[in-house]
């Protein structure tokens, strides 16, 4: 693993290994191909590329170079560079984790561009309700009883949101909102730090992949990553069960990965691949069925190659369906708080306005 040396973001890691099969592709070598990137970049990139090269100049091998350049690598990167050290050809495989490290990031980025515009009105509606209950709406129940003269007191229940059925409920829930993004962010940054034990991590990692949409996207995104893996390791010569083992380690999911190594396991011991898989991924009908072709006869690294490239596709369409999907739910949730937020500040001065005047 990495010693901390430098820190890449997911995008300077892509941008890096873009960077390098782009060369490769022009006919540069391997090493040339690393110095070059760093040229081409500034930052932490040119510091990694430089890192690497200096590592490779010495003596070391690719995935050593890049394990001790960098602090963290994805797993795919690093089954590909396994198989250049394999192979000496590192032209497919950092095309292969070129293309993954691109689909992951496009997921990524659209749908926080999906979601960010709803995700701030939200946050102002949210602020601006907080301070509408806090300080608007009491200071206009002073003033219209103030101009209504000494004679009008305000009907009995205290303040405002205390007397309106609708305006306490919409506070409610306004609270409720607030409260349950809070907790969400705090639990999220405590799975961050605390690092949670194996048992809990794969329950949180099955949870993930259980969510009507997103685990669609993680698990499709996790075998893509394990069917590239696998193809380039399967056509750089590396026997099958060891390909699979090294495959099995790519996707992100810990649960994802668990199932794929106890599909290898169930390989290992004799069962038939595409039984094999069905037994440890319920959800992973297109893995079985591609593996199902393998055994009527079809060559095993063609069929692999087009499971990643149908993957890709699907992953692509889910994408565009799954942001079409998001954008417009946040912009109704984001229309319901503002218009809640209407309602409480309305109905509260008609309830004012009917309490003072005759």
Same mark, same amino acid.
């Given at each position: 693993?990495?010693?901390?040396?430098?820190?890449?973001?997911?995008?300077?890691?892509?941008?890096?290994?873009?960077?390098?099969?782009?060369?490769?592709?022009?006919?540069?070598?391997?090493?040339?191909?690393?110095?070059?990137?760093? *040229?081409?970049?500034?930052?932490?990139?040119?510091?990694?590329?430089?890192?690497?090269?200096?590592?490779? @100049?010495?003596?070391?091998?690719?995935? /050593?170079?890049?394990?001790? /350049?960098?602090?963290? &690598?994805?797993?795919?990167?690093?089954?590909m560079l396994s198989v250049v050290d394999e192979t000496g050809d590192a032209v497919d495989p950092m095309d292969r984790a070129d293309r993954y490290l691109k689909s992951r990031l496009q997921f990524r980025s659209r749908v926080l561009?999906?979601? &960010?515009?709803?995700?701030?009105?939200?946050?102002?509606?949210?602020?601006?309700?907080?301070?509408?209950?806090?300080?608007?709406?009491?200071?206009? *129940?002073?003033?219209?009883?103030?101009?209504?003269?000494?004679?009008?007191?305000? =009907?009995? =229940?205290?303040?405002?949101?205390? +007397?309106?059925?609708?305006?306490?409920?919409?506070?409610?829930?306004?609270?409720?909102?607030?409260?349950g993004f809070t907790s969400a962010t705090v639990i999220f940054a405590v799975a961050l730090l605390a690092r949670p034990a194996e048992a809990l991590r794969l329950r949180l990692a099955r949870l993930r992949l259980a969510l009507p949409c997103s685990g669609h996207l993680e698990m499709l995104t996790g075998l893509l990553a394990f069917s590239h893996a696998l193809a380039g390791l399967l056509g750089?010569? &590396?026997?099958?069960?060891?390909?699979? +083992?090294?495959?099995?380690?790519?996707?992100?999911?810990?649960?994802?990965?668990?199932?794929?190594?106890?599909?290898?396991?169930?390989? @290992?011991?004799?069962?038939?691949?595409?039984?094999?898989?069905? +037994?440890?991924?319920?959800?992973?009908?297109?893995?079985?069925?591609?593996?199902?072709?393998? *055994?009527?006869?079809?060559?095993?690294?063609?069929?692999?190659?087009?499971?990643?490239?149908?993957?890709?596709?699907?992953?692509?369409?889910? &994408? +565009?369906?799954?942001?079409?999907?998001? @954008?417009?739910?946040?912009?109704?949730?984001?229309? =319901?708080?503002?218009?809640?937020?209407?309602?409480?500040?309305?109905?509260?001065?008609?309830?004012?306005?009917? @309490?003072?005047?005759?």
């Open positions: 693993m990495g010693n901390d040396v430098i820190r890449l973001s997911r995008v300077q890691e892509s941008l890096l290994v873009e960077s390098v099969s782009t060369l490769l592709h022009g006919g540069i070598g391997l090493l040339d191909a690393y110095r070059s990137a760093g *040229e081409m970049h500034g930052g932490r990139v040119r510091a990694a590329a430089s890192a690497v090269v200096s590592l490779l @100049e010495r003596g070391w091998t690719v995935t /050593g170079a890049v394990d001790r /350049g960098l602090a963290r &690598i994805d797993p795919m990167h690093r089954a561009a999906a979601s &960010i515009y709803p995700s701030f009105v939200i946050a102002a509606a949210l602020v601006g309700s907080a301070l509408l209950v806090l300080l608007v709406m009491p200071a206009a *129940e002073s003033l219209v009883l103030t101009a209504a003269g000494p004679g009008r007191a305000p =009907g009995a =229940g205290g303040g405002p949101a205390a +007397r309106l059925g609708v305006g306490s409920v919409s506070v409610g829930l306004l609270v409720l909102l607030a409260a750089a010569g &590396i026997p099958f069960s060891r390909a699979l +083992r090294t495959a099995a380690d790519c996707p992100r999911n810990p649960a994802l990965r668990a199932s794929l190594h106890r599909a290898a396991s169930a390989m @290992e011991q004799g069962t038939p691949p595409s039984a094999a898989v069905g +037994r440890a991924l319920p959800r992973g009908d297109c893995l079985r069925r591609w593996f199902a072709l393998c *055994e009527s006869g079809a060559d095993l690294r063609s069929t692999v190659d087009g499971l990643a490239s149908f993957l890709e596709a699907r992953l692509s369409a889910s &994408i +565009r369906g799954f942001t079409a999907i998001v @954008e417009p739910v946040l912009v109704a949730l984001a229309g =319901g708080v503002v218009l809640t937020v209407v309602l409480t500040v309305v109905k509260t001065l008609f309830d004012l306005y009917a @309490e003072v005047l005759p």
